[in-house]
């Protein structure tokens, strides 16, 4: 088994955390992981990227292949179609509708809508809305992950757990706030496939 | 022992700890920086005293690295490959001192420059200071090379580098640690010659460098890092180092590579490992991240048998970072490549933040300069040098930490005017004061702004020496005190500061203009710590 997965989001959205709670999830089941990053200039509202692995056999690159990418998950629409070239022919991509416009060419809204709408394998989730409503506008990132989460081979209750673990800290009421979005964007995913 | 979860960096700084770590030094650079700063914050660190407070730039920190080799206990020195150019003098010169205690001189290089101004490879400077490289390809290998590096800088008595690439040092994985080694005692170096390089002790210590080469060949040869793995088909033999070796692999997932392949993740480079290669297999694949160091040995200047393939003939690209495709490619394998990116696609390069100081300074500076023209303004390396983009496009030039100011004076002695520095608080520290000293020394006619934030930016907000003593330093090199004009780079202080700047420019000397404001990032982070108190 393995699972390739292409996060993508602009400097400053955090999409690490995303790959946080999934990592605690895999490492927990007894996955290997690696997970690249990026740090440095482009974290200053440029695109950023991370290749994150899954597998139950050693990994052996920490950059996905392209065309073998199994998920994109992005937090931002414009660049979850950055990283098509990555993507496996029959890959999903998972994505905020969402668009983080700092840039002067930042394309249409009905042509970001149109390519959107090419892609054959989809779930576009307008996680900033769900989190918000759910009084908890920073958490749009776990409706993206709850959006994922019938994707990434894994029981949805390992998840969850993986969310508890993560936000432990934080206390009961952050955690329940963060299972709730988890929850809205699974349940969008599992009717808007 | 459970697997911890780390980067690249933070098993090289994990496994130093664990090797019985007296100390780090550096200077922030990415990708070097995580290094340092899980020291800082190590549990274990803390209750060790290690040292793990950053240098004033890569030059300082190479040389108390030295001394506490000196004083017989482990260092490690960390810092980007260009950093290392800063560090130059002192590195080259360890390896004729040669270590007391573990010296490990940490490089991280940025093939593709990800985050830097050129993709130079430090494997060069190995060689070049005749010392034993290591070069992990996981972070495993990361893990124990540190380790192990400390030991065999002691063996030898000779400083070891470890070269890291972006994608390592900033990839995590599963690390298993080894059990933790006591740091050694004081054990100040005995020989009352070894660090005292007068000529006549340099020569003698040069030879017994020189003399120490077939020991590192053999333990390169030797070591559990470089194996030979035997293949069925001749035709072609594959050398892989560090990371390159993962690219590889990834194309024989579920498989088995068929051709020999010889892992180098230890240098001087195993000669007789590579000479069996050469001899069995008709052609040679040399997969290597950076610069093409052992294909270049291979191939010689005249290339006579041409069958050896890498970055030098095309087979793989000459330039930037590889990747599992590029080397399927070489392998003569279909491409895997997926949709294309769609054309709407616009590129999102890195910005200043929001409310960041550097703004306002760039918006006012743009102002008083407008009546000059363009092309007059150096600059330097931090955050700042974004302001080279749309829509500031205030600067002009960016080479190398602290070149504004001295760049800005070459121009100036050239005849230019007017001429503008613009550097960061850190930048300054690490290598623009004796940049100033000498604009100072003859009074050029120079306007220098010293961006002041508080912090060392670009890297994430470390905390920059210049901290409260940007008006003393300068005024103290002897800069004169009504020419040095602290401004607040903000909105409603613009057409202030528009005139402050002007009024300097018109200044026949050296001037120096500090808008001091705290970074918008490290500003937010101190609030939320506050709030949660």
């Known amino acids: 088994m393995k699972i390739d997965i292409i996060l993508a989001g602009v400097g400053g959205q955090g999409i690490l955390s995303i790959a946080s709670t999934i990592g605690v999830a895999a490492v927990k089941k007894g996955l290997y992981l690696k997970q690249a990053e990026v740090h440095g200039m482009s974290q200053r509202g440029g695109d950023v990227q991370s290749h994150f692995r899954l597998a139950d056999y050693e990994i052996a690159s920490d950059l996905i292949p392209m065309g073998k990418a199994d998920l994109i998950i992005a937090v931002e629409p414009m660049e979850s179609l950055r990283y098509l070239p990555w993507l496996a022919k029959d890959g999903w991509v998972i994505t905020n509708d969402q668009p983080f416009i700092n840039i002067p060419n930042y394309p249409d809204e009905a042509a970001l809508k149109a390519e959107l709408d090419k892609l054959p394998n989809k779930v576009v989730i307008n996680a900033d809305q769900i989190a918000k409503d759910l009084g908890s506008a920073r958490s749009a990132n776990m409706v993206i992950l709850g959006a994922a989460a019938p994707f990434l081979k894994m029981e949805y209750a390992e998840i969850e757990d993986a969310v508890r673990t993560i936000f432990a800290r934080k206390g009961d009421a952050v955690v329940n706030t963060n299972l709730a979005c988890l929850k809205a964007g699974y349940d969008f995913a599992q009717k808007n496939q | ?533």
């Open chain 2, 1 to 533: 022992m459970a697997k911890l979860l780390l980067l690249g960096d933070e098993a090289i700084a994990q496994g130093a700890l664990d090797a019985g770590l007296s100390g780090v030094y550096a200077y922030p650079g990415t990708p070097s920086t995580e290094i340092t700063e899980y020291i800082q914050n190590s549990k274990q660190a803390a209750e060790g005293h290690i040292h793990s407070i950053w240098a004033g730039n890569e030059k300082t920190a190479m040389e108390s690295a030295i001394g506490m080799s000196y004083a017989g206990k482990r260092a490690l020195v960390c810092m980007k490959h260009v950093g290392l150019n800063v560090a130059a003098d002192p590195f080259m010169n360890s390896s004729i001192t040669g270590a007391n205690g573990g010296l490990v001189v940490l490089v991280a290089d940025d093939p593709s420059m990800h985050s830097s101004q050129d993709e130079q490879d430090s494997r060069y400077y190995a060689k070049f200071a005749l010392i034993p490289t290591m070069e992990p390809s996981n972070q495993q290998e990361a893990y124990d090379m540190a380790y192990d590096a400390f030991e065999l800088s002691e063996k030898f008595h000779t400083p070891v580098l470890l070269r890291v690439t972006t994608r390592l040092a900033h990839s995590r994985a599963g690390v298993e640690r080894r059990a933790a080694r006591p740091q050694n005692e004081l054990n100040v170096c005995s020989n009352p010659k070894q660090f005292v390089l007068l000529p006549a002790n340099a020569r003698v210590h040069y030879r017994t460098l020189l003399a120490k080469q077939a020991d590192f060949e053999t333990e390169a040869e030797n070591s559990k890092y470089n194996f030979y793995k035997e293949g069925t088909d001749k035709k072609m033999g594959i050398i892989a180092s560090g990371i390159g070796y993962n690219y590889l692999m990834e194309n024989f997932v579920g498989t088995t590579c068929p051709y020999p392949v010889l892992k180098i993740s230890q240098y001087p480079v195993p000669a007789k490992l590579v000479a069996k290669m050469v001899d069995e297999c008709e052609s040679v694949l040399v997969v290597e991240e950076g610069y093409p160091l052992i294909e270049d040995h291979l191939r010689g200047l005249l290339n006579r048998t041409g069958n050896i393939k890498g970055r030098m003939d095309g087979t793989l690209p000459r330039d930037g970072e590889l990747n599992p495709n590029l080397v399927a490619k070489a392998l003569g394998m279909p491409d895997s490549y997926g949709t294309p990116v769609p054309e709407i696609v616009a590129p999102r390069p890195p910005a200043l933040c929001n409310g960041c100081p550097h703004i306002d300074t760039y918006l006012a500076l743009n102002e008083a300069m407008k009546e000059h023209g363009p092309g007059k303004v150096f600059a330097d390396i931090g955050c700042y040098t974004l302001g080279a983009l749309p829509p500031y496009k205030a600067i002009y030039t960016t080479v190398d930490m602290g070149a504004s100011i001295t760049m800005a004076k070459g121009a100036a002695d050239a005849g230019m005017s007017p001429c503008v520095a613009v550097i960061g608080d850190s930048t300054f520290t690490h290598s623009g004061m004796t940049s100033l000293l000498d604009a100072i020394y003859e009074n050029t006619p120079i306007t220098v702004l010293i961006l002041d934030n508080s912090t060392t930016g670009m890297t994430g907000g470390q905390d920059s020496h210049a901290l409260g003593r940007i008006g003393n330093i300068c005024k103290g090199l002897g800069v004169a005190e009504e020419h040095i004009r602290i401004i607040t780079p903000l909105a409603k202080n613009h057409d202030a500061n528009v005139q402050v700047i002007k009024e300097e420019l018109a200044y026949n000397g050296v001037s120096v203009i500090v808008p001091t404001r705290e970074c918008i990032q490290t500003l937010s982070r101190r609030m939320k710590a506050q709030a949660k108190k």
